[in-house]
């Protein structure tokens, strides 16, 4: 992985490869951002002018090569854009003519990317505060990441960003210190998920992904209980057996627990892990099945979420709770029709097989109900109808508790990680009625996102707060990158998940 330094060095003097600065876009062409001063200077005041001449115009996204002039040690100049120049009168994030944390992370992802194969580079941008320091090194860190264990022959033979240097920060200052301490722990387990979610399905089974959690927990002190398939039919877990039942690969209900000796408050992760979904018996249609490995990326973000506040050693209980199975087609699957009787002793009618990742989930929150948290929060693919409603780069929040949810969003907006509260309408629930069983799996088509929530809610133990994100948009970019988000698995909802964990173990939770 890329290693990110601080360093008080100026941009001047420090022998990089490369030095990055910020450009905005201002009302009479790009405008140079603080940090760059040096970096100007040696353009004799004129880089804001050169740029636009090579057709920069600051905006967001943007990145532009410049060799260096004599005065700077690094041969090389790249100005990324910033987007509009923050209005000192401004009251909102970026405040007082400041950048906002996650303009930092975008232009630091996209320089990254750029600089590929580049040994060393300096990040002259915008640092003002410790938050600043936390964005850019997670930016650099997330935008250089590339997933190539199965490629013979890489690629992109140059390889990732080797070492980013941000400027401006102090390394002897704590605050900064530890800042960027963050910044390596978040990111290395946000791209440790984004593995796991490109892992072909072939290599990543339940199986393999419990072994993963476990060497994870013995590394960094998370205690580890993995239910194979006898001691998931010894307890009863008949939605988690009922969706893995049909694949040569059996399921597992994975535990993760972090504690902290003096933690006042608990919280409890539940992540989806559907490591392929066929759709079982209710088979998917052509053009919808490449992508199914990752079906598994709440489990991922529950597990990188839960390692990440092992590894900063925050003062709250965190439980993480994977629900692993594959949902395969074959005589032994589950058929339409069927029904199971959950964890929590309900029963559930099979109407589709393809809606299997609410019933992993169910025996999951039941079982995560008896230990009473103060909250649950659960993660999943779990819909192609919260696309269909809020696109490919937003997550949904639904909760049985209005405050909760709008903090979860808040939390999320924070970290740059976009986000939109949904309703539970009660009116949805009767569509789930069935007359064979407590409850079936399918209710009204429409508002299908919000009909998979109020299933979820009903697994929920009474008086526990909950919320449920559904994040089948953001966690598989199919796209072509952007920002510090790469082709494939991103690692959604990590970021929102640490910073509820940080929150709350600061009391600030409710």
Not at 420 to 447: Q, V, Y
Request: some cysteine; hydrophobic content about 45%.
């Amino acid at each position: 992985m890329t290693a990110l330094t601080l360093s008080t060095a100026g941009a001047a003097t420090l022998r990089a490869d490369a030095v990055v600065v910020g450009v905005a876009k201002g009302a009479k062409g790009p405008v140079v951002a603080p940090g760059a001063e040096a970096v100007d200077k040696a353009f004799g005041g004129k880089l804001a002018a050169v740029l636009e001449t090579l057709g920069a115009t600051g905006a967001e996204g943007e990145a532009t090569k410049v060799p260096a002039p004599a005065g700077l040690k690094a041969p090389v100049v790249l100005a990324v854009g910033l987007g509009a120049v923050p209005d000192k009168t401004d009251a909102g994030d970026a405040g007082d003519g400041e950048y906002a944390e996650e303009t930092l992370r975008r232009a630091a992802g996209v320089a990254a990317r750029v600089l590929a194969g580049v040994k060393k580079a300096a990040f002259a941008l915008p640092v003002t505060a410790a938050e600043d320091v936390q964005a850019i090194g997670e930016g650099a860190l997330l935008g250089a990441y590339a997933f190539t264990a199965f490629q013979a022959v890489p690629k992109d033979a140059k390889g990732p960003l080797g070492e980013a240097t941000l400027l401006g920060a102090k390394p002897r200052d704590k605050a900064h210190k530890a800042a960027a301490e963050r910044a390596v722990a978040v990111a290395e387990e946000i791209n440790r998920a984004r593995d796991l979610v490109n892992t072909p399905p072939n290599e990543l089974n339940p199986a393999s992904f419990a072994a993963v959690a476990t060497a994870a927990g013995k590394e960094h002190g998370v205690k580890v209980q993995v239910l194979d398939e006898k001691a998931l039919a010894k307890g009863g877990f008949g939605g988690i057996l009922g969706v893995g039942v049909g694949s040569e690969a059996p399921p597992r209900l994975v535990k993760l627990s972090y504690t902290h000796s003096k933690a006042e408050k608990s919280l409890a992760f539940v992540g989806k892990g559907i490591t392929y979904d066929s759709g079982g018996i209710s088979l998917k249609p052509a053009g919808h099945n490449e992508t199914m490995k990752c079906d598994m990326a709440g489990a991922a973000a529950v597990f990188a979420a839960v390692v990440t506040a092992a590894r900063l050693g925050l003062r709250v209980n965190v439980t993480g709770w994977l629900a692993l199975a594959e949902n395969m087609p074959s005589g032994s699957a589950t058929r339409p029709g069927d029904v199971l009787r959950m964890y929590s002793g309900k029963t559930v009618e099979v109407l589709n097989t393809d809606a299997e990742g609410r019933l992993v989930l169910a025996d999951a929150l039941a079982k995560a109900s008896e230990e009473t948290p103060d909250a649950i929060v659960d993660v999943a693919t779990l819909t192609g109808a919260m696309m269909m409603a809020l696109g490919s780069r937003t997550f949904g929040i639904m909760s049985n508790d209005d405050a909760f949810r709008t903090e979860l969003h808040e939390i999320a907006e924070e970290v740059g990680e976009p986000s939109w509260p949904m309703p539970l309408p009660a009116d949805l629930r009767k569509g789930m009625d069935s007359p064979t069983a407590d409850i079936a799996n399918m209710g009204e088509r429409m508002g299908g996102g919000l009909v998979a929530g109020l299933f979820l809610k009903e697994f929920v133990g009474e008086g526990i707060t909950w919320a449920h994100l559904d994040i089948a948009g953001p966690a598989f970019n199919e796209a072509g990158p952007f920002g510090y988000t790469p082709k494939g698995g991103t690692g959604s909802a990590i970021r929102t998940l640490v910073r509820l964990a940080e929150r709350t173990a600061d009391g600030d939770l409710g």
